[in-house]
């Protein structure tokens, strides 16, 4: 209640130097509109805001989901397999060195202007993160457990299964949280570089058009979006995961 | 009962090239409680390891027991997993086999052990003595007859660890044992046989008489007590 209640002040100081900002300036409503005019923008645009909307939630979602199960199999092969760790590590670390942003004219012309290349572009920049944290997690196994293992001989694959990866999960559930907040970027970076649809294309159009009232509706309606995806990630996580595989932890 | 086997080791125990116990001859006798004791590093654990067949990068040159699927283990921590319930951490060791566990009898070990009422609830809802009592359950699930103890109970307040000295004692019955320690009056109160290993050699201390677990306040039990920690602290 006490949260809701600071989040709310916190919002309203926002709002208030926004509108401080307009008043002190005098600056023309195509430069910075009002957050009173914002407000009846996105009211008025629901239907445009809404079906735009939906199609960039759909391509971070998509692209979270893809992105996640990707990355869990890549750290269960990377962690498992010390052949494919040396040859594929060196090429993972190099991978990060271009930047994501740089590829997605690339992925653009490879995948088409629809929700291919933009899944793609979520996916590719969240991959890394999730990746990595859970190939860590795998890697990092507390030892009296493995040990406890090997005495109760298991094989490898119930080792895998019974104590490597439930013992990883919470390190899997941190690249989750880090994914949550990237994967909105890859998305509107792809809608930026070429599309017919969703926030970003709504974003750069109205922008063209000096209706920065719209750009800026398009804008909040993504920032909530990406404020619930992660609340969302962070609830799913902590409950399903967190929770259950490090109580001592949470 | 069947006879457990013996535990017997005769070499040398090192690290890479760093030796660590030279011409070593150690013997565990079946069906015995063997507590072993020394200075810290001295390679208590390396050895026990090597009879857990946990070889993490051991070397070690001469004759070792062959006993690969008889041992069960259990160390300071009690390495419970925290996902699993208590009565599933008991049964750890069928699923890790792929067998299928019996759980009732993980109930009945659950409830020798004190804590037949606590089986669903989970490690960290649990005392550190407590816990051990589960691990304690663990070990008598695997139903091995060489159990390695390596300081079990050396997290443990005084009153606890003397309360699970008489658990082990009773529910490890019949079973070959070999237990490091740091502690002298565990050392009195539970070997059959007491061993202070030394990088040069080993050496038996003669036992207290009578059956295990032996009273705390018993006249030679006190004496021979005495007696360890004098050798130990000299050995330092
Ligand atoms: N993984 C390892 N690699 C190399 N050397 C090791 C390794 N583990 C232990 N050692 C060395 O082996 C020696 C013996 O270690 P060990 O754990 O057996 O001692 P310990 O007698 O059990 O001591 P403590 O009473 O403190 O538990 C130590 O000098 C230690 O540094
Ligand atoms: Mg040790």
Redesign the interface.
């Given at each position: 209640m006490k949260q809701l209640a600071v989040t709310c002040a916190s919002i309203f100081l926002g709002l208030a130097l926004w509108q401080g900002v307009i008043w002190a300036t005098d600056l023309p409503r195509f430069i910075l509109p009002a957050p009173a005019l914002v407000a009846q923008t996105i009211w008025e645009s629901r239907a445009l805001l809404a079906e735009n909307a939906l199609v960039t939630i759909s391509e971070v979602v998509l692209g979270l989901i893809l992105g996640a199960a990707l990355g869990f199999g890549s750290g269960i092969v990377l962690a498992t397999s010390p052949r494919v760790r040396a040859l594929v590590q060196p090429l993972l670390v190099f991978s990060q060195a271009v930047p994501v942003f740089a590829l997605a004219p690339i992925l653009t012309l490879w995948f088409g202007y629809g929700l291919g290349s933009k899944i793609a572009m979520a996916l590719l920049i969240i991959y890394f993160p999730v990746t990595s944290s859970f190939f860590d997690a795998l890697m990092r196994v507390?030892k009296?457990?493995l040990?406890?293992?090997?005495?109760?001989?298991?094989n490898r694959a119930?080792?895998l299964w019974?104590?490597r990866v439930?013992?990883a999960l919470p390190g899997f559930a941190s690249g989750l949280r880090l994914a949550a907040v990237y994967a909105p970027i890859g998305a509107i970076i792809g809608e930026w570089v070429g599309a017919s649809k969703g926030l970003g294309y709504l974003m750069l159009l109205a922008n063209g058009r000096a209706k920065t009232d719209l750009m800026f509706a398009a804008l909040i309606v993504l920032a909530v979006f990406t404020l619930i995806l992660h609340a969302g990630v962070s609830a799913f996580v902590k409950h399903w995961i967190e929770r259950?595989?490090?109580?001592?932890q949470h | 009962m069947k006879i457990a086997p013996g535990l017997n080791f005769r070499g040398s125990i090192g690290w890479k090239d760093r030796v660590l116990l030279r011409d070593l001859d150690f013997a565990a006798r079946p069906g015995e409680w063997t507590c072993l004791l020394g200075a810290s590093g001295v390679g208590k654990s390396t050895l026990l390891?090597l009879f857990?067949?946990?070889d993490d990068g051991i070397q070690f040159d001469g004759t070792l027991s062959d006993v690969?699927?008889q041992?069960?283990?259990m160390?300071q921590?009690d390495?419970l997993?925290?996902?699993l319930t208590v009565l599933d951490n008991v049964l750890?060791?069928a699923?890790?086999?792929?067998e299928t566990a019996d759980r009732s009898r993980g109930q009945d070990l659950l409830i020798d052990v004190g804590l037949g009422d606590h089986s669903h609830k989970?490690?960290?809802e649990l005392s550190g003595g407590q816990r051990q009592r589960v691990a304690l359950a663990r070990v008598l699930m695997?139903d091995r007859p060489i159990v390695l103890l390596d300081e079990p109970f050396s997290a443990l307040d005084a009153l606890t660890r003397s309360q699970m000295q008489d658990l082990a004692a009773g529910v490890l019955r019949g079973k070959t044992v070999l237990m490091v320690t740091h502690d002298p009056n565990e050392a009195v109160r539970l070997g059959h046989r007491i061993i202070i290993l030394t990088q040069q050699s080993l050496e038996a201390i003669e036992p207290p008489t009578g059956d295990i677990p032996r009273g705390i306040e018993a006249e030679d039990v006190l004496r021979i007590q005495a007696g360890l920690l004098q050798k130990l602290r000299t050995q330092i």
């Open positions: 507390p009296n457990w040990d406890m293992g090997h005495v109760m001989s298991a119930r080792l019974h104590i439930p013992a259950r595989f490090a109580p001592d | 390891r857990a067949g946990l690969s699927g041992v069960a283990m160390a921590s390495a997993l925290p996902w750890i060791g699923r890790l086999r792929g989970r490690p960290h695997e």
